[in-house]
């Protein structure tokens, strides 16, 4: 991306909301409610030891998914996990051009027409 800058600016215009995952923000359990009552678009920015100040000021919400070292892609499950209040794994996609059937072993793929 050439500017994220503008890229979370314009986000922000178009109505949707910038959420900061960082380990110096509010508690999640303290703001999941108020996010998902908004009812919008999410842009998520997944921050690590190098984000710049200006994404902490202007992101809508710096969210602490715990205040020690964690990896960026625990933090993104985690949150998900708390905006789909679990309901993630059973989420269907209409559209879906493979389904992964669940197995016990093994793999089972069903490619849909």
């Known amino acids: 991306m ?3 800058k503008s890229f979370v600016e314009k986000w922000k ?3 949707g909301i910038v959420v900061h995952l960082t380990m110096y923000g509010l508690p999640i359990d303290n703001v999941i ?3 998902n009552s908004e009812n919008k678009k999410i842009l998520i920015i997944v ?3 190098k984000v710049e100040g200006w994404f902490y000021y202007n992101s809508d919400y710096n ?3 715990g205040n020690q070292p964690h990896s960026e892609v625990a933090a993104l499950a985690i949150f998900l996990d708390r905006i789909y209040k679990g309901g993630e ?3 269907q996609f209409s559209d879906a051009k493979l389904s992964i059937i669940p ?3 093994g793999k089972k793929v069903i490619k849909n027409e």
């Open 2 to 4: 050439k500017n994220p």
């Open 13 to 15: 215009r178009d109505g």
């Open 33 to 35: 409610d108020r996010i």
């Open 47 to 49: 921050g690590s030891e």
């Open 63 to 65: 969210i602490a998914i």
């Open 89 to 91: 794994l059973n989420i």
């Open 103 to 105: 197995q016990e072993k």
